[in-house]
């Protein structure tokens, strides 16, 4: 069979409220266009995010009826752990609220003045949770990772010469190196076993501990099974297995690949940074065995950890994203090739090209599948990443928006409406126009600026 199905049944449904054209104008102009800002009652096809998103299975919703309440010691985190430990059987495991709470703990930590932390592209809550410890966050990914164009199967990789170059120019200033897997920022892109094994082998070299984001690393150890050699006959969890013993620690958002709405965990090896990490997490998250969550999010994590490295799930999960993907090419939508894991990025730049980058095609074409189909993406370009930290602006290296599909949440006949849409889209692009900041907060502006069209 050439078709591959959700491999799940529906059995509790969420209704959408439809909505016009007409009325989608107006709710625009009252979230002064920025998407963020829209109510998602009015979104008919929500692809903002792909975190947090998820459909829990019914595994998952028995095991929540399991959650304990406990302050401390709640068997909630002791199946918690042990899951995780079947995957990534680092030392200390410490659950968090979400990601970035781990990733606020971890660079508190190890963050300062003068300090430099590499990695192949930081998302942005990472950098901006590096760059207010006053820390420098670079990103080193591989040239062809920053061409939307260049077929390569895995564009998440890190340029090992120049993380090299770094590490031997300016060793005393960096507590660590990172690896995104995937690479959200740079078209959801995997990141090879070798990279990985070989980043690992210059951390030793220069003796700096080598943290992963692991967020998507599911998908990552799908596309290493798809694409690398020697992995074709391997699991996605013996993959999975392979990464994480590679590594000294990780920060996690669980609500991507541990299929939770809420959740993330920071994990290492080293006992001080350990210790050092507890104590900060009862001041902000909790006591350590619960870390900002209920018990019965930790048990919801406990079933998704295994689930989401199921091989059936794995296959149509990236089946289904390279479908929208392939589909908008065929239209004749520039995209990032190859189609990644969670996402399909639609190159925006070379699709408007009439507009600036400083008048935001990005958000043009995001606010323009709105208006016409009710679909919500994010851009990933110049609104979100093109304010400096001296607050002048500059054009972002890539005008991308993305359509992030939530797990197991959309069907095909969804995706078959949003290709639809978006061929809609493509035959006026001569006529999209370009927007103006109007107000703007000094980080993370693209959450809350306010917009114009021009
Ligand atoms: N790292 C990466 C690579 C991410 O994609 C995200 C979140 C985080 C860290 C932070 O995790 O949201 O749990 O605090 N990405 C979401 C997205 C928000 O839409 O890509 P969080």
Known sequence: MK?????????????????????????LKDAHYNLFSLKSDDVLIDLLTDSG??????????????????????????????????????????PTHQGRAAEKILFTLIGGAGKIIPNNTHFDTTRANIEATLTKAVDLVKLDGLNPEVIAPFKGDIDLVRLEELLETKADAIPMVMLTITN??????????????ATKALCEKYGKPLFLDACRFA???YFIKMREEGYADKTPKQIVQEIFSLVDGMTMSAKKDALVNMGGWIAM??????????????LTEGFPTYGGLSGRDLDAMAVGL????????????????????????????????????????????????????????????????????????????????GRQTDGTEQPASMDLVRMAIPRRVYTQSHIDYCIECLEQVYNNRHQLKGLKITQE????????????PL
């Open 184 to 197: 959200n920022s740079g078209g959801g892109q995997p990141v090879s076993m070798a990279n990985i094994r």
């Open 441 to 452: 907060p000094p980080m993370l502006r693209h959450f809350t600026a306010q917009f114009e």
């Open 3 to 27: 078709t591959i199905i959700e491999p799940f049944r529906i059995k509790s449904v969420e209704i959408i409220k439809m909505t016009t054209e007409q009325q989608r104008k107006q709710y």
């Open 53 to 94: 998103t998820s459909a829990m299975s019914t595994q998952q919703w028995a095991a929540i009826q399991l959650g304990d309440e406990s302050y401390a010691g709640s068997p909630s985190y002791y199946r918690f752990e042990e899951a995780l430990r079947e995957l990534a059987p680092f030392k200390h495991i410490i």
């Open 219 to 221: 998908e990552n150890a």
């Open 306 to 385: 295994r689930e989401v490295v199921a091989e059936d799930y794995l296959h149509y999960r990236i089946t289904s994203t390279a479908y929208l993907g392939n589909a908008l090419s065929q239209i004749g939508i520039p995209i990032v090739k190859p189609v990644g894991g969670h996402a399909v990025y639609i190159d925006a730049k070379a699709l408007l090209p009439h507009i600036p980058a400083l008048q935001y095609p990005g958000q043009a074409l995001a606010i323009e599948m709105y208006r016409l189909g009710g679909i919500r993406a994010c851009e990933i370009g110049t609104v979100m990443f």
């Open 269 to 282: 090896n080293d006992d001080e940074l350990a210790m050092k990490a507890r104590n900060l997490l009862i």
